[in-house]
Antibody, heavy 121, light 111 residues
Framework: QITLKESGPTLVKPTETLTLTCTFS??????????VGWIRQPPGKALEWLAL???????RYRPSLNSRLSITKDTSKNQVVLTMTHMDPVDTATYYC?????????????WGQGILVTVPS | QTVVTQEPSVTVSPGGTVTLTCASS?????????PNWFQQKPGQAPRALIY???KKHSWTPARFSGSLLGGKAALTLSGVQPEDEAEYYC???????????FGGGTKLTVL
C-alpha cells in the first residue's frame, strides 16, 4: 500500500532555510504519471498547496512562494525534498507531503501524517 | 491573486442532504479546473474524496457526489451521517500557469 512520511526539523529560526524530506513506499517516482506534492496548513487555517514534482522531473510551485521554494527527488531512495528559504513566523504550519497520480489530475490521493514546523517570533 | 471561495460553515441534520460549493475568483468553474474535494477531521491529515469534478476514489462512500452547479464546483452529501462532521476543502487546477489552489474550507456540522 502507499505510505508517505515527512521528516525534518520541528523548530526553525527566522531567516533560516527549512529542509523537509518525504519518504514514501508503495509507488515509484520512475512511473509515468506519478508525482509527489507538498501542502501546508497553518494552525487553525486552510490548506495551501506549495509544490509538486513529477516522474519526469517537471516541477511546479505556488506562484507567491516560487522564489523561496525548491523541490527535488531521489528516486533511488524514494524521497522528495522540499526546501524553503527565508523562514518567517507566518510559515509556522503543519507540512504534508502527498502522492499524485494521473499526471497531476488525480492529486493528493494519499497523504503523510504531517510534520508541525514552528518558526518563533 | 487567485482565490477559491467556499462557505465558511454549514449545518445539516442527520439523514439530510447538503451541498457545499466552491467558486473561483477567475470566473465560472468548469471541468477544466479538475475540481477535487477533501475531508479533514481534527488532528488528522486530509482524505481525498472526489477528483476530476465527480470521480470517486475507491474508499469514497457512495453518499458523497461531485458536480458542477451554477458556475461552481459542488459536493453533495446525501443521507448525512454523524461521522461526516468535518472540514471540507475543494482544490482547483489552474492549467494556464500550472498551479493548484485550495479553497478556504467549509466546516460541516451535523446537528
Amino acid at each position: 500500500q502507499i505510505t508517505l512520511k515527512e521528516s525534518g526539523p520541528t523548530l526553525v529560526k527566522p531567516t533560516e532555510t527549512l529542509t523537509l524530506t518525504c519518504t514514501f513506499s508503495g509507488f515509484s517516482l520512475r512511473t509515468s504519471g506519478v508525482g509527489v506534492g507538498w501542502i501546508r496548513q497553518p494552525p487553525g487555517k486552510a490548506l495551501e498547496w506549495l509544490a509538486l514534482i513529477y516522474w519526469n522531473d517537471d516541477k511546479r510551485y505556488r506562484p507567491s512562494l516560487n522564489s523561496r521554494l525548491s523541490i527535488t527527488k531521489d528516486t533511488s531512495k524514494n524521497q522528495v525534498v522540499l526546501t524553503m528559504t527565508h523562514m518567517d513566523p507566518v510559515d509556522t504550519a503543519t507540512y504534508y507531503c502527498a502522492h499524485s497520480g494521473g499526471s497531476g489530475f488525480v492529486p493528493f490521493d494519499y497523504w503523510g501524517q504531517g510534520i508541525l514546523v514552528t518558526v518563533p517570533s | 491573486q487567485t482565490v477559491v471561495t467556499q462557505e465558511p460553515s454549514v449545518t445539516v441534520s442527520p439523514g439530510g442532504t447538503v451541498t457545499l460549493t466552491c467558486a473561483s475568483s477567475t470566473g465560472a468553474v468548469t471541468s477544466g479546473y479538475y475540481p477535487n474535494w477533501f475531508q479533514q477531521k481534527p488532528g488528522q491529515a486530509p482524505r481525498a474524496l472526489i477528483y476530476s469534478t465527480s470521480k470517486k476514489h475507491s474508499w469514497t462512500p457512495a453518499r458523497f457526489s461531485g458536480s458542477l452547479l451554477g458556475g461552481k464546483a459542488a459536493l453533495t452529501l446525501s443521507g448525512v451521517q454523524p461521522e461526516d462532521e468535518a472540514e471540507y476543502y475543494c482544490l482547483l487546477y489552474y492549467g494556464g500557469a500550472h498551479f493548484w489552489v485550495f479553497g478556504g474550507g467549509t466546516k460541516l456540522t451535523v446537528l
